[in-house]
């Protein structure tokens, strides 16, 4: 769907530019958080509140790179937002 496709690259957009290891301002590629974006777009992103978000990205971050817990939460807290400012379907204001 176009409109899958678009919450893709919105999130993709998000991620990349906060780019919370600083792996593609450090040369990696720009697919180097494909995974954990996927992860993310299988959350029940509108049924999250931004704090609950932030947590289950912290997770998903924890687990692809290996560590017991994501230790800065502003980052995550930073993508939750932007995410949940997302308009929820094409043409919601």
Do not use: C
């Not at 893709?8 to 494909?34: R, T």
């Not at 790179?65 to 994501?70: A, D, S, V």
């Not at 807290?77 to 400012?85: F, G, Q």
């Amino acid at each position: 769907m176009i409109e899958d496709h678009s919450r893709y690259v919105q999130v993709k957009q998000i991620v990349n530019e906060v780019d919370p290891f600083s792996l593609i301002v450090d040369g990696a590629p720009l697919d180097e958080y494909e995974a954990e974006i996927q992860k993310i777009l299988s959350l029940p992103i509108e049924t999250l509140n931004t704090e609950s978000l932030a947590l289950r990205i912290a997770e998903i971050f924890s687990e692809s790179f290996g560590i017991p817990t994501y230790p800065v939460h502003s980052v995550v807290l930073d993508i939750a937002e932007r995410i949940n400012d997302l308009p929820l379907r094409s043409g919601e204001d």
